[in-house]
T-cell receptor
Framework: KQEVTQIPAALSVPEGENLVLNCSFT??????LQWFRQDPGKGLTSLLLIQSSQREQTSGRLNASLDKSSGRSTLYIAASQPGDSATYLCAVRGGGKSTFGDGTTLTVKP | GAVVSQHPSRVICKSGTSVKIECRSL??????MFWYRQFPKQSLMLMATSNEGSKATYEQGVEKDKFLINHASLTLSTLTVTSAHPEDSSFYIC????????????FGPGTRLTVT
């Protein structure tokens, strides 16, 4: 059974700082990994999708990496802004279904 | 990107009644949709996989007679919570992927169910 862990559970940083969120998974036989953002009481917004054959994806200030063999992914956020405050979830797709981590709640202070 | 909608966004019902939640893919056809449940401050838990034209596949521990799923068309899946109890109060989210693509999941905005 796939298990996904996200560390840290919560993170508070001052505006402008670069930061890294971590996601680890136990079964490396994955199809893809997707990072999402969730604002309180809202649905999920897809940020980045990394296929199992890829090592990283970039979108604006976001960069996600994937090391399938070690079961790890990181989401790097550059020059953080207060608007980045949200919960960030990673989801691993394999066996036709997705397994989510518990998320990292990020607070960026002005 | 692809758009998935849900209706209603919020619903309050009394214990013992049934509630139907709709999930629609607005600009693509989805042969498979997924239903998740999210309790406060917890992550998403997959409830079931909804397959167009066939029975849904339920995850272990999810009662198929309580959470009825119907995927009658390529753009619509419904989740009916039957005989709702307060412990069914949760945030229900659906997702879909565009067939034949990267299998990127697109999520609906969610439905907040409160059972009184």
């Amino acid at each position: 059974k796939q298990e996904v862990t996200q560390i840290p559970a919560a993170l508070s940083v001052p505006e402008g700082e670069n930061l890294v969120l971590n996601c680890s998974f136990t079964d490396s036989a994955i199809y893809n990994l997707q990072w999402f953002r969730q604002d309180p009481g809202k649905g999920l917004t897809s940020l980045l999708l990394i296929q199992s054959s890829q090592r990283e994806q970039t979108s604006g200030r976001l960069n996600a990496s994937l090391d399938k063999s070690s079961g790890r992914s990181t989401l790097y956020i550059a020059a953080s802004q207060p608007g980045d405050s949200a919960t960030y979830l990673c989801a691993v797709r394999g066996g036709g279904k997705s397994t989510f981590g518990d998320g990292t709640t990020l607070t960026v202070k002005p | 990107g692809a758009v998935v909608s849900q209706h209603p966004s919020r619903v309050i019902c009394k214990s013992g009644t049934s509630v139907k939640i709709e999930c629609r893919s607005l600009d693509f056809q989805a042969t498979t949709m997924f239903w998740y449940r999210q309790f406060p401050k917890q992550s998403l838990m997959l409830m079931a996989t909804s397959n167009e034209g066939s029975k849904a596949t339920y995850e272990q521990g999810v009662e198929k007679d309580k959470f009825l799923i119907n995927h009658a068309s390529l753009t619509l899946s419904t989740l009916t919570v039957t005989s709702a109890h307060p412990e069914d109060s949760s945030f229900y989210i659906c997702s879909a992927s565009i067939p034949g693509t990267s299998n990127e999941q697109y999520f609906g905005p969610g439905t907040r169910l409160t059972v009184t």
